[in-house]
């Protein structure tokens, strides 16, 4: 399934990763806080600084939650979008 975000919106895939303390204990999804980084699945036409394949830095709270193809994905605006993670 493929998707096209409008405006400045960006379309983020990130994954969920069981968390470990440093205990051995895991960390239960609703103690989990919502991953900041992700990787840019595509881009609305309006967007100018970040593109496809970039991994970027996100705010905590931005974005709209969404599931496609059992894959988690972010709906965020370019304006939440902290940085371009650069290897």
């Known amino acids: 399934m493929k ?3 409008l405006k400045e ?3 983020v895939r990130y994954s969920e ?5 440093p205990g051995g204990l895991y ?3 609703t103690a989990k806080e919502k991953p ?6 595509a881009v609305g036409p309006e ?4 593109k496809v394949g970039n ?9 709209t939650k969404i599931n496609l193809d059992n894959q988690e994905y972010l709906i965020i605006k370019e304006e939440d979008i902290l ?4 290897e």
Do not use: A
Request: hydrophobic residues 40%; aromatic residues 10%; without cysteine.
């Open 36 to 41: 900041q980084k992700g990787v840019v699945e």
């Open 83 to 86: 940085g371009i993670l650069e």
């Open 17 to 21: 990763e069981m968390e470990k303390t």
């Open 9 to 11: 919106r960006v379309f």
């Open 47 to 50: 967007v100018k600084e970040v």
């Open 3 to 5: 998707f096209k975000p």
């Open 27 to 29: 960390v239960p999804d």
């Open 55 to 63: 991994t970027v830095l996100f705010d905590k709270y931005s974005g």
